[in-house]
């Protein structure tokens, strides 16, 4: 597995992340209070999950224990990200922004459970 293909998923949810704080920026410059205020709510609200998200990948990368499975979640995990994003920032439908957050969560549980089975039971696990 690439560097490069773990990696890509990050980058993204780190730049969704920067496009959020500078469309923010943006509306309290120009006085729109109403939507800077969801804005900064979206914003903060991908500084929740993401943490526990980039934790894992980096420990997955040092661990050597990241394959296509774990590249698969993480694309899915970044995706549910990129809706609730959207559903925030547009409809705002709670009900549709639950079910993203929702399954986001799902998603990076199934991606640490299986990364614990893995450290658990790998047999050669160094030391670092």
Do not use: Y
Not at 8 to 26: A, E, N
Not at 78 to 93: E, K, Q
Not at 107 to 122: K, N, Q, T, Y
């Amino acid at each position: 597995m690439s560097i490069q293909s773990i990696l890509l998923p990050v980058f993204i949810l780190v730049f969704l992340m920067f496009c959020l704080l500078s469309w923010t920026i943006k509306e309290r410059m120009a006085g729109g209070q109403t939507k800077a205020q969801q804005l900064g709510a979206c914003f903060s609200n991908q500084a929740e999950l993401p943490p526990l998200f980039f934790i894992l990948v980096i420990l997955a990368i040092m661990t050597r224990k990241a394959d296509w499975t774990f590249v698969i979640l993480e694309w899915l995990f970044v995706l549910t990200r990129l809706g609730h994003a959207f559903i925030f920032t547009t409809s705002n439908n709670l009900k549709q922004r639950g079910m993203a957050f929702m399954l986001g969560a799902v998603i990076l549980g199934i991606m640490w459970a299986i990364f614990a089975v893995r450290i658990l039971v790998s047999p050669t696990f160094a030391t670092v």
